[in-house]
Structures are given as structure tokens and as C-alpha cells.
């Protein structure tokens, strides 16, 4: 009988078939059915995210994926952001440009987040790729506007660039101009980061008024407030609006100017900015609350009444970000008015204040929590919890997908009984069985570990900070924690035997990092030789590990998941463990 | 939660490590606080540390002041604020909340023919900044409010550092705490010690508790 192979559709069916499917994950597994699935996917595949730069190198990747038009990089562990990760650890992307720039001519997209970019990075990627389109650097740094000018002059077709809390170094507005008059094709383009120096105005205009594709504008601080009107009427088809300042002097016509533009936006549906605000202005954005569906206020040093009047107009609200400024009664007005609210951000006004400068505490977010029954995703800056209001807001939403609080002072207790936060951030987990992220604070004993452990099954990232008693902790994580992909912990009483114990499930993560724990070098090296890999970098700015005992606690502590072994670009404050035991620096 | 099953860890894992040396003694939970090494490294890098005396004059790189200081340097701080731990409260870049990212301020002194500036995003204290502007018009001497220390007197002229903030009035640099100060200084001045009689601290609502 003659053997008939299996799935016998020729290559290019295959190809067409393989093209609907888009996610990262689900081509990965058509990838491992058989070698010829492997084969023809990854001659099609035209989008890679690569979520560790470091976890494998530019030319694994475009010797096994030839054709691809878009890609997604991080550099830096996500502590990066809060001043923990030295300046020079890395995250260059130069390398990655430099090799796609040979390889493939016809990349489209570059993402990056967390990633140091050159001036030289950015002339590079102007010179390389003809059919460019989209930038986005997401708290990338390392550039100034000149790469910046460089970008605009030589990507003929760019549709997207966005600076997302990047640092700029600002030496000049007049990097706009450098768009030519024939670029129309802009459809995003965010600079809200951009120093308190003025974009040249005149220039924006004009490229605004030219881009009738364009749907997503922020602008940044600089611009002010009598400015926006012009730019509105210029493109009132935007959906993403951000505003400059929101400020300026009290003249009659401003707020009808500004109340009619926003009015021809019919459109819009998101709305940032908001430094300065005079609340006088606010007005100007009711023709549009009805429709918005995010709203970023997080720069607005406006106050709770305020606050409470705009948000009462915005009965479509999907997204909030505010500052405290809010407090417990305009989450409650926000609690009755926005019953469409998934994502709730409050940040604080005055987080390195002593006491409470604002009357903002968990009631605020039980409320909410009541009152809002499709949130999904909480970031809650506060002074006091207690375990009863985390047991409410368990119950009341078990669908959240990500829940970060932070209290601001380490180690505060429940107020009302004294004792610790184990149950209340237990209840969380065992209630929201789809939480993928979780961030911890206040005093937490280990037993809030093993509540995590237990029940936090689909639990991707977890961040601790002073928190737990003893290795059985960490321990309980790393053995229940069945999808988590990063751990990061500062100042946590972790160390050796639970990493050793859980060597192995280190390789199925992206990235643990450890900063002013309990590791030892001494395991940090056994690490490092038993998991080849694993790249084990030790981070000490004030003197060599090795310079001390073994038994010597690390300063900070990355483990990432790698398949290109040590990187060649370490600063002479990181040291790395080789296969050898050698350590490498 | 049964916290009656203490959980028993492997002997090894399938790396083959040892676990001989590194048997965790395992207790319920909520028992009393044994740590795996007997808190015997615990506490020196934890939370609060010891300040750092920062003399005056000190030429420290300040482009790593933030991150190479993992103590806090309390007596710095302003009065009321409390020692910062680096990297907490975890808001990203709060440096940049609400202020612009290049804090530049124009620097008058009483007598000089010429302004320079300062970035006040390089600096994390008064100490820094009153150091810097110490060297910047290194003929003068600057009184410094923070330690009432007095420095050597060259010429023996006194100057009071002074500055104008987001209101139009006119402050003793060190009153408020440092982060307010970055945000709401326009610019500086330093007046020569006999046009300081005017000049009152204020005291901003949220710190009037203290004693």
C-alpha cells in the first residue's frame, strides 16, 4: 500500500493558509508540527517579538527568519524604570540595526522599549530601509532630536513615530521641518516626551495639515494652550488627542475657540496631556466626553471637584489615569458615573511626603471596585489598606487581569487590626483566576507566597518589594507559579537555597531580577556553571563580587533565559559566570 | 490553606545540584521570622541605611548620584520629607511628572555683571546644588541655611541664597522640600546678607504639623 504523506497541499497553500495567522505563539506552534511546516513558516513569517534583547542574537534571528518586516524589542529589566539598573548596563539596539540593515531592506516596523538608541541608530535606520513606516521607541534613551531629524527627512512613508516617555536630548525644534513638504502619510506621531523647548509650531502645522491620514496626536508641554484650537481644526478627523500645557493667560476668546474645535472633533476618543491645567478650560472638552473612552489626566494637578465634574460627562469611560487629587470621593463619583471603567491608574501627587497631603485611601477603590463591574486592570498608589477591603475587592471583581498596589510606605500593616497583608492579597489571587500580573507591597509575611503560590496559576509577572521572611517564599513561587514568565524582587530576605532549588524553572521564565537580597556569589556562580542556559549577571557598582567572600550577599542579581550565551557588550560593573566558572566581565 | 503540609523540597533537582548545604528548614506559616542564613546578612542593605555625609565642595559625578547611592542620605533631605530609598515609591520618572526635564534657572548674584544657569535635574539636594553654585562664583561665599554652617569668608561678604518661585515671591533656598523646590523655582538669586531682612520662610500648609 503506498504510504501517502500527510497534509500533501502544496507549499505555497500552505504559505496562504499559514498568512491568517498572526500571533507570535500560535506560529511558533505551527513551527514545531514537522520540519516542512518549520520550513515554509519561517519563510513567511513576517513579524518577530523578541522580548529579551539579549536572549538571542540579531543574526539567529534573521538566519531563521529571513523575510521579516516587523520587529519588536526590549532592552532593560522593567526596574530600570524606578533608577535600580545602572546607567550603561545595555540594551543597545545599534547592533540589531546594523545587522537588519544588511538583512532585510524591506523592514517596515521597529518597536522598542527600554532600549538605548543612538543618533547613529536612527541615521542608520533612515539610510536602510526604504519602505519604513512605523517607530516606536517606548522609554528608550539615548538620542537627540538630530536622529530625530534624520528620521523625518529620510522615511519617505512613515506613518507612525511615537517617543513614548523616552529621554530626548532636546537641541532643537526645528527637527520638524526637516518632514518634506511631500510627506502626507503620517498617521500617529507622539512627542509628548519632548523637553520644555518649542517644537517649531509653524512646522507641525503644516505637517498636520497635510496628513489627512492622521488619527493619534500628542504634543508636548511646550505647546500651549491657545495653540490647540488651530491644530484641532487642522485635523479634526483625530481619534488620540494630547495636549500640550493646558494653560494660558485668561483671554475672552480662548474657551470658545477651544470649545468649538473640540466640538468639530467627532471622532475623538482619547484625550493626555493636561499639564498646568486651568481648570477654567475644562469646559472646552465636554462637546467630547461623551464619546471618550481614555482619558489620561495623570499630569493634571487639578483637584477632586474638578476632577469630578469632567469625569461625571464621561459616561463612556474606558481608561482613567489620575493623580490622587481625586481621592476617595471622585472615585466614588467615578464609581457611579463610569459603569464601562476597565482600567484604573492613580498615581501620587507626593510620593516622598510624610503624611497624606490628600484624603485618597482604600475606600476610594472599593468603591470603584463596586461600582464598576468590568475592570479588569488596577495600578493604586495609597497610604493604608486593609485585608477586609482587599477581600471585598477580590470578591467584587474576579475577572481583574492585573492588580498593582503599592503602599507607599514599606511594610505598612492592615491600620485596622495590625497584622499583615497575607490575606487580603491571598483572597486577590484565589478570587481572579485569570491574574497575570501582580504587584505586592505593604508588610507581607511568607505565607502570602504561598497563597500565591497555590492558587496565582496564570500569574506572568510579579513584582516584591519588601516583603516575606525566609527563602520559603521565593520558594513557594517558583514552584506553584506555573506561567510566570518575570519575577523582579528588591529587598526581600531571599536567597540561595530557593534559586538553587529552582534552578531549573528559571529557564522556562524570561527573567528574575534580585536587588538587595540575600543571593550569595557563591551561588550566583554554581548558577551560573549548572545552567548553561541561563546568562547570570551580577550588577555591583562599588566593588568586584569576587574581591569578597563567596558567602557575600550580590548587590543586584538579573538571570535571563538565553540562547546566545554571555553578551560581549557588559559595562565593568556587570559580571558574568561562563560555563567554565570563568567570570567574565 | 493547610498549613499543615510543609512542603519538602527535593533532594536535587534536575540540574543535580546539591541540596545537603542548602536543606531549608521548613515551619508553618506565620511562625516565628527564621531566615534560611540566620538574618545574619540580613539588615545591611535593607531599606534604610545609614546617610551618606555629603561635604560641601565634593566633586561627586552627579550623573550617578542616584544610582550609586543605595543609602539615603536623610540629613540632606528637607525638613519633613522623609530619607528616600532609591527606586520607591516605584513612580516611573517622577522626575519628570509635572516638571519639565531640563530644569534650567537663570542664577543672579548681587554684585556680578553676569547670570549663569543651572540645571536643577542635576542635582538631588541642597547640598549639591549650593556646592555647584559655590564653584560657579567661587569668589563669594554662600550662607548655607541647611547646616548653618557658616564657610570661610574670603572677602568676608555673605551671600543668601534666594529664589523666585511659580507664585512671583521671593524664598530662602532650603525651606520647602527638595522636590518642590525643583518645581515650583523659577530662578535664583543670591543677595548679599543685608537685603535678606524682608525675606520670611513661609511655610506651605502641609508642613505647618511639625513642631
Known amino acids: ?585 | 490553606m493547610s498549613s499543615e503540609n510543609g512542603k519538602r523540597l527535593p533532594e536535587t533537582d534536575a540540574a543535580g545540584l546539591n541540596f545537603e548545604a542548602t536543606e531549608l528548614t521548613l515551619g508553618l506559616p506565620g511562625k516565628s521570622r527564621v531566615t534560611s542564613d540566620g538574618g545574619a546578612k540580613l539588615g545591611s542593605k535593607r531599606g534604610f541605611s545609614e546617610t551618606v555625609d555629603l561635604s560641601l565642595g565634593d566633586k561627586k559625578d552627579t550623573n550617578k548620584l542616584g544610582q550609586t547611592q543605595s543609602q539615603i542620605d536623610a540629613r540632606e533631605a528637607a525638613p519633613g520629607s522623609k530619607a528616600q530609598v532609591v527606586g520607591w515609591p516605584p513612580v516611573r520618572g517622577y522626575a519628570k511628572r509635572g516638571k519639565k526635564s531640563c530644569k534650567y534657572v537663570k542664577v543672579a548674584v548681587d554684585g556680578a555683571p553676569y547670570l549663569r544657569k543651572v540645571d536643577l535635574e542635576m542635582y538631588n539636594t541642597y547640598q549639591q546644588l549650593l556646592a555647584s553654585l559655590e564653584d560657579m562664583f567661587s569668589c563669594f561665599t554662600i550662607r548655607n541655611f541647611l547646616n548653618e554652617k557658616k564657610m570661610d569668608q574670603v572677602n568676608g561678604i555673605e551671600y543668601v541664597p534666594t529664589y523666585e518661585d511659580k507664585d512671583g515671591d521671593w524664598m530662602l533656598v532650603g525651606d520647602v522640600p527638595w522636590q518642590m523646590f525643583v518645581e515650583s523655582c523659577k530662578r535664583i538669586r543670591l543677595m548679599k546678607n543685608t537685603e535678606t531682612v524682608e525675606l520670611a520662610p513661609r511655610t506651605p500648609p502641609k508642613w505647618s504639623r511639625r513642631s
Open chain 1, 1 to 585: 500500500m503506498q504510504k501517502k504523506r500527510a497534509y500533501s497541499f502544496p507549499d505555497e497553500v500552505l504559505e496562504h493558509v499559514f498568512s491568517f495567522i498572526q500571533s507570535g505563539k500560535d506560529r511558533n506552534a505551527v513551527s514545531m508540527v514537522c520540519k516542512s511546516w518549520y520550513e515554509i513558516e519561517r519563510w513567511c513569517r513576517r513579524k518577530v517579538f523578541i522580548g529579551n534583547c539579549y536572549a538571542v542574537s540579531p543574526k539567529m534571528v534573521i538566519k531563521r527568519f529571513p523575510e521579516v518586516r516587523s520587529i519588536e524589542l526590549k532592552g532593560k529589566p522593567h526596574f530600570a524604570d524606578f533608577n535600580l539598573v545602572p546607567d550603561g548596563w545595555g540594551g543597545y539596539v545599534l547592533p540589531w540595526i546594523v545587522e537588519m540593515a544588511g538583512a532585510y531592506p524591506w523592514l517596515e516596523e521597529i518597536r522598542l522599549k527600554r532600549m538605548v538608541v543612538t543618533d547613529e541608530s536612527l541615521e542608520l535606520i533612515a539610510k536602510s530601509f526604504k519602505n519604513f513606516k512605523v517607530l516606536v521607541l517606548f522609554s528608550c534613551e539615548g538620542f537627540s532630536t538630530d536622529g530625530l531629524a534624520a528620521i523625518a527627512a529620510g522615511c519617505k512613508n512613515l506613518r507612525e513615530l511615537d517617543l513614548r516617555e523616552s529621554e530626548v536630548d532636546d537641541l532643537s525644534g526645528h527637527w520638524l521641518t526637516h518632514f518634506p513638504e511631500t510627506c502626507t502619510s503620517l498617521v500617529s506621531l507622539n512627542i509628548s516626551c519632548l523637553g520644555s523647548d518649542e517644537v517649531s509650531f509653524s512646522a507641525l502645522e503644516r505637517l498636520v495639515g497635510r496628513c489627512p491620514n492622521l488619527r493619534s496626536l500628542r504634543l508636548n508641554r511646550a505647546v500651549s494652550l491657545d495653540k490647540i484650537a488651530n491644530i484641532l481644526c487642522l485635523a479634526p478627523q483625530l481619534v488620540d488627542f494630547g495636549t500640550g500645557n493646558y494653560t494660558t493667560e485668561l483671554q475672552p476668546d480662548v474657551l470658545s475657540n477651544l470649545t468649538a474645535a473640540f466640538s468639530s472633533c467627532k471622532e475623538l476618543k482619547s484625550l493626555s496631556g493636561f499639564w498646568d491645567v486651568v481648570p477654567a478650560y475644562l469646559p472646552a472638552l465636554y462637546p467630547v466626553c461623551s464619546r471618550l473612552t481614555s482619558l489620561n489626566l495623570s499630569y493634571a494637578t487639578i483637584h477632586s471637584p474638578e476632577i469630578i465634574k469632567l469625569v461625571s460627562h464621561c459616561p463612556s469611560l474606558q481608561r482613567l489615569l489620575v493623580l490622587d487629587y481625586i481621592e476617595d470621593s471622585g472615585l466614588e463619583a467615578l464609581a457611579s458615573s463610569c459603569k464601562d471603567l476597565q482600567e484604573l491608574r492613580v498615581f501620587p501627587s507626593d510620593p516622598f511626603g510624610v503624611e497624606p497631603n490628600v484624603s485618597l485611601t482604600e475606600k476610594g477603590l472599593v468603591s470603584v471596585s463596586l461600582g464598576c463591574p468590568k475592570l479588569q486592570s488596577v495600578l493604586y498608589f495609597c497610604r493604608q489598606m486593609t485585608n477586609a477591603a482587599l477581600v471585598t475587592i477580590a470578591q467584587n471583581c474576579p475577572n481583574f487581569t492585573r492588580f498593582r498596589l503599592c503602599i507607599i510606605e514599606p511594610k505598612t500593616a492592615d491600620y485596622l487590626t495590625r497584622e499583615p497583608l497575607d490575606v487580603g492579597f491571598g483572597a486577590i489571587v484565589e478570587h481572579c483566576k485569570d491574574l497575570r500580573r501582580l504587584s505586592l507591597s505593604g508588610l507581607l509575611t511568607d505565607r502570602v507566597f504561598e497563597y500565591i503560590g497555590t492558587y496565582a496559576k496564570k500569574l506572568e509577572m510579579l513584582s516584591v518589594a519588601f516583603a516575606g521572611d525566609s527563602d520559603l517564599g521565593l520558594h513557594h513561587v517558583l514552584s506553584g507559579c506555573e506561567s510566570l514568565r518575570k519575577l523582579e524582587i528588591r529587598d526581600c530576605p531571599f536567597g540561595d537555597k530557593a534559586i538553587l532549588a529552582n534552578a531549573a524553572k528559571l529557564e522556562t521564565m524570561r527573567s528574575l531580577w534580585m536587588s538587595s537580597c540575600t543571593v550569595s556569589f557563591g551561588a550566583c556562580k554554581l548558577l551560573g556553571q549548572k545552567m548553561h542556559r541561563l546568562n547570570v549577571e551580577v550588577i555591583d557598582e562599588t566593588e568586584p563580587p569576587c574581591s569578597r567572600p563567596e558567602s557575600c550577599p550580590v548587590d543586584k542579581l538579573y538571570v535571563y533565559r538565553s540562547i546566545s550565551g554571555p553578551r560581549s557588550d557588559m559595562p565593568p560593573f556587570v559580571w558574568t559566570m561562563d560555563e567554565e566558572g570563568t567570570i567574565l566581565h
